[in-house]
């Protein structure tokens, strides 16, 4: 277990300072940040500092924040340009720029997706340019009976996956492309039924790319395992009678409990994931009249190398 932290004392407004308080989870990945009140304008320090705990923790969050969805898009778009989520019919209506991820239907109608993340992946890694990284809220959280939250998402860390790697399999991936699939991931079998069929211009919008299988982190220049069982669908240029096994044993590697951090919520989490050093997957425990409803937005990446 890592001993907690201070980190810095940064300026907020006119001369108030706050004392940010970095406690890393005890697993591969994630801290928590302790005295951040997102709703309030961050100076820049702050803000920099908290762009460098998340890229050396990967996951972080903050808990008892209240926001509205304005501040949610505003302080996300500090991190640069936002996606506009390829399923309209999930986004908070007037925010384009907030993925609803609920089980909750109102007038007949699903509020968001209700079905999104349970296989492991990286949000937009089926894209030419995937994403840089997701801001998540937490407006309702299931219980059980006994109080305990249900609900949770999985964090796995795609570069303690890459560093356990042995070197025999590091040479067999080096400067190797996976095919990332969204139709792989989107047509998946599920406890809800299948999907309806995607629209040809969905489809369009999402054709198969290929993406190095070690991503380098284009922030940290750390070595990223960019496979996860959701979407990558193959092994470019490989015989399948090699590439198939190998990808298999890349896919069940990724997610060793040993990388993992399950994030437990609470009303009022806001958590950050990279969507190069990590790969996530929700946690299908519950189901209504247990109500979850979480927003995200998602940052816009750049193209893998
Ligand atoms: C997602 O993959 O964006 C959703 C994760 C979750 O619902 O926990």
Redesign the pocket.
Known sequence: MRLRYSLLQSKMGEGIYIMLTVKPTGAALGAEIVGVDLSQPLDESTFEQIVNVWHEHEVIYFRHQKLTPEQHVRFSQRFGALELHVRKDCCRPGFHEL?V?SNIVQDGKPIG?QD??LFW?S?LCYLDIPSRG?L?YALEVPHDARGQAL???RFASATAAFNALSDDVKQKIANRNAIQSYKKGYYRERNAGPRKPLSAAQEALTPDVAHPIVRTHPFTGKKCLFVNDGYTARIEDMEPAMAEPLLAELITHSTKPEFIYQHRWQVGDFLLWDNCSVQ????ADYQLPLR?H?E?TTLTGSKPF
């Open positions: 993925f991820v997706s999104a993340g992946h949000d997701s998540f609900g949770d998402t996530h997957q929700a946690v979850r979480m995200r």
